[in-house]
């Protein structure tokens, strides 16, 4: 089994920073890859940033530049920098593992973010 636990969201006024970080643990393999989600009120969940299974990263058009994906191997973490937000980043944002093998997800929490115009 794996868990997932975020932290970091808050409230923020636009044009601030938030970091957030995802912990796993139990049975992490080399091969899952990690990445970050989000779900605002009224849409659906879409991908923010995510690592892929050979190690580049990928990132919504919508947060280029201004959100960077990062992770510890030895702490099982990935950071989400959020820099220059805006109010529509407001969301719930979901880490998610996603294991090649058996392509089964696993899903954190998630974690509030609110940005104040």
């Known amino acids: 089994q794996v868990q997932l636990v975020e932290s970091g969201g808050g409230l923020v006024q636009a044009g601030g920073s938030l970091r957030l970080s995802c912990a796993a643990s139990?049975?992490?393999?080399?091969?899952?890859?990690m990445g970050w989600y989000r779900q605002a009120p009224g849409k659906q969940r879409e991908v923010v940033a995510a690592f892929t299974r050979g190690g580049s990263t990928n990132y919504a058009d919508s947060v280029k530049g201004r959100f960077t994906i990062s992770r510890d191997n030895a702490k099982n973490t990935v950071y989400l920098q959020m820099n220059y937000l805006k109010p529509e980043d407001t969301a719930v944002y979901y880490c998610?593992?996603?294991?090649?093998?058996?392509?089964?997800?696993?899903w954190g929490q998630g974690t509030q973010v609110t940005v104040s115009s």
């Open positions: 139990g049975s992490i393999f080399s091969s899952d890859a």
């Open positions: 998610i593992l996603h294991r090649a093998i058996g392509g089964r997800d696993y």
